[in-house]
T-cell receptor
């Protein structure tokens, strides 16, 4: 089955700096890659997703890039703010398996 | 707005008890999932269901079973709770379009402590 690896496990940045979280996947059939943000004590919520027919997607300060050849995708957060502090999970999914395979999470701390 | 509701936010059970965790979604989603969340291990899939009465094992099904008698409800059962099942349990649901996967919506989680 699919194996998703996520790095780093913890990340601290100064407010205003950028943060990058990287994930790799193993199954070339994976074609949907969502990113979830989980604030302390809350449920994971989708912040951005990308499909395999797209190389990059942006939504304000958040962007995701996908390299299908290398089987990796990354989350980029620019101009970080304290409210960006949370645990971020990447995931991979195929349209046949119905499953989501999650990475182990990155705990991001934005220092004011 | 999609809602996935788990029946309990916190549960404390004794070793050996049979435990039921309930999850209900209100958006007619075909897929429902049970994950376990532990620090450093991320979200690990226990079971998922793609239709009523259908279920498939995830990565860590041992010690758990599930039931899906109605489309909106997916139950996780711990047949005989053990201390190593102390964890945060998250339910999720997603729409199945047949051609592409879509966003998974999560419940608020159940923090289970087995003593």
């Amino acid at each position: 089955g699919e194996n998703v690896e996520q790095h780093p496990s913890t990340l601290s940045v100064q407010e205003g700096d950028s943060a990058v979280i990287k994930c790799t996947y193993s199954d070339s059939a994976s074609n949907y890659f969502p990113w979830y943000k989980q604030e302390l004590g809350k449920r994971p919520q989708l912040i951005i997703d990308i499909r395999s027919n797209v190389g990059e997607k942006k939504d304000q300060r958040i962007a995701v890039t996908l390299n299908k050849t290398a089987k990796h995708f990354s989350l980029h957060i620019t101009e970080t703010q304290p409210e960006d502090s949370a645990v971020y999970f990447c995931a991979a999914s195929t349209n046949t398996g119905n499953q989501f395979y999650f990475g182990t999470g990155t705990s991001l701390t934005v220092i004011p | 707005d999609v809602k996935v509701t788990q029946s309990s936010r916190y549960l404390v059970k004794r070793t050996g008890e049979k435990v039921f965790l309930e999850c209900v979604q209100d958006m007619d989603h075909e897929n429902m999932f049970w994950y376990r969340q532990d620090p450093g291990l991320g979200l690990r899939l226990i079971y998922f269901s793609y239709d009523v009465k259908m279920k498939e094992k995830g990565d860590i099904p041992e010690g758990y079973s599930v039931s899906r008698e109605k489309k909106e409800r997916f139950s996780l059962i711990l047949e005989s709770a053990s201390t190593n099942q102390t964890s945060m349990y998250l339910c999720a649901s997603s729409l199945s379009t047949g051609t592409a996967n879509t966003e998974a919506f999560f419940g608020q989680g159940t923090r289970l402590t087995v003593v």
